[in-house]
């Protein structure tokens, strides 16, 4: 897994209390038990620290694809998501 | 009015300044040093100083997942709601959790988040606004936390009545055991006045002390030179059951709740009834709730904020109301304001005392005001005493009044 992946992972962890070790890219928001609430309070996280833009992830994705959302944000192609 | 049953206490749980847990808050209040000290959560603002919560890693204690939605406040009353009930012997995984009631007395609305908050909305970034951002601001939302982690499926209230909201919320829940409406109220007060908003709000209101630089000698209750109030946080639960039925299971009990009384000034919005009207109401209607007379009451732990007319107004009361001047001790000296849970704080600070009949040292009480010069005022080191009752005050903005009974066991 990609440093990108660690970071955002770390993320997650350290906003929602979800244990690392069960965060790889395959997985998504839903099999993390991540409420809707949660969801959102997470994609702010993501909007201050990289500036993906809001209402991108649904409880259906991946974590890869939040991780492309970053590595796109970061790009500044926020738009071209995977 | 003839007495009611007595409720038994057999369960405490405390998250105050001096610590966490029965021990490090007895041991707190007995070294009788105040918690105020400058914090970095409010550097640069008039009043940079509070009472918080020592070494509270909320993580620890409850686990990221479900401390990362809660606020402080919160957090401290789920981990106060849990010593407590298991402090009583309790089992929430076997007990019948319909007939268990939780009352928790919270003042305002928890500002922690505040600051965040507002600058999203104040740059129109609401896309970046919490989802939490309501949950965080409904003062019902501990209670339900409690209800949800205890499998408590039976009335789940929150009280509002400011700086009384604890002693009130104890005060409903005996109420509701012994309407039948229970048979184990899990009750209690939190609150935390740790943030830069209620800093800031009070200070406005000239409440807060403003000893900056000095802020271990800024609690001053009933000393001639208080100048307000210092802000404190925490929770204090307590675990009530109908004394017989409490018997009857064999539990360890700390003492009762004998007697309460509400009332209200019905007088100003934030500026307490000079005559101590309401108070002295407050305070004469739970001595007849319990059968007692005021020369039973063996010490009193005021209300005692450090503010100028609240103390004053206090003291006369307290003066009027018990002529064999019992002792009387003000322990926010030791732990500042808790505001909405400073009631429950102080009604099991009172329990502990009746318990080792010791009553705490009041902190920074160097001069006497001469307006509570009637007063036998515990100063230096604590007082052994030997009556079994205590009384205990709480008085909120708003004029909304509870004062509270108890008995050792």
Redesign the interface.
């Known amino acids: 897994m990609s440093d990108l992946h660690d970071e955002v992972a770390q993320r997650l962890s350290d906003t929602l209390g979800i244990d690392k070790s069960i965060i790889t890219p395959d997985v998504t928001f839903v099999e993390l038990r991540i409420d809707s609430l949660a969801l959102v309070e997470f994609s702010v996280v993501l909007d201050e620290e990289y500036g993906v833009p809001p209402l991108e992830l649904t409880p259906d994705s991946t974590i890869g694809e939040a991780v492309a959302l970053v590595a796109a944000a970061r790009n500044g192609t926020a738009e071209a998501t995977s | 009015m003839s007495a009611r049953p007595a409720v038994a206490v057999t369960g405490l749980g405390l998250v105050s300044p001096l610590g966490t847990g029965l021990d490090a808050t007895w041991a707190g209040l007995l070294a009788g040093v105040s918690a105020a000290a400058t914090d970095s959560l409010l550097e640069g603002l008039p009043v940079d100083f509070c009472c918080a919560v020592p070494d509270f890693d909320a993580?620890a204690l409850l686990?990221?997942?479900?401390?990362?939605?809660l606020e402080p406040y919160a957090q401290m009353a789920l981990v106060a709601a849990r010593q407590a009930v298991a402090d009583a012997g309790l089992d929430p995984a076997s007990w019948d959790g319909a007939r268990v009631a939780v009352v928790l007395g919270v003042g305002g609305t928890s500002t922690r988040h505040f600051d965040k908050q507002f600058k999203q909305f104040a740059a129109e970034r609401h896309?970046?606004?919490?989802?939490?951002f309501i949950?965080r601001c409904l003062t019902n939302l501990a209670a339900g936390e409690i209800s949800g982690d205890l499998r408590a499926f039976g009335p789940s209230l929150s009280v509002s009545t400011a700086c009384a909201s604890g002693a009130t919320a104890i005060g409903l829940g005996r109420d509701l055991l012994l309407s039948g409406s229970c048979d184990i109220a899990v009750v209690g007060g939190a609150e935390s006045g740790r943030s830069r908003a209620t800093s800031v709000g009070f200070s406005r209101m000239g409440a807060l002390s403003t000893r900056v630089g000095a802020p271990a000698e800024a609690s001053r209750p009933f000393d001639a030179d208080r100048d307000g109030f210092v802000l404190g946080e925490g929770a204090g639960i307590l675990v009530l059951e109908r004394a017989d039925e409490a018997r009857a299971r064999g539990a360890r009990v700390h003492g009762h709740v004998a007697g309460f009384g509400a009332s209200a000034d019905a007088y100003h919005f934030t500026t307490p009834d000079p005559e101590g009207r309401g108070t002295e109401l407050a305070t004469r209607t739970a001595l007849a709730d319990a059968g007692m007379t005021a020369s039973d009451i063996g010490h009193v732990n005021a209300h005692g904020t450090a503010t100028q007319l609240g103390d004053e107004a206090e003291a006369a009361m307290l003066g009027r109301v018990f002529p064999h001047a019992p002792p009387v001790t003000a322990t926010k000296s030791l732990t500042g304001h808790a505001l909405g849970a400073s009631g429950a704080l102080e009604a099991a600070f009172t329990l502990l005392a009746l318990a080792h009949r010791r009553v705490p040292a009041t902190a920074n009480l160097d001069r006497v005001d001469a307006a509570a010069g009637e007063l036998d005022l515990v100063v230096d080191k604590p007082r052994d005493v030997t009556a079994g009752a205590a009384l205990s005050t709480s008085f909120g903005f708003g004029g909304q009044n509870a004062a509270l009974v108890l008995t050792a066991a």
């Open positions: 993580d686990g990221r997942a479900l401390a990362w939605r896309d970046r606004v919490s989802p939490l949950p």
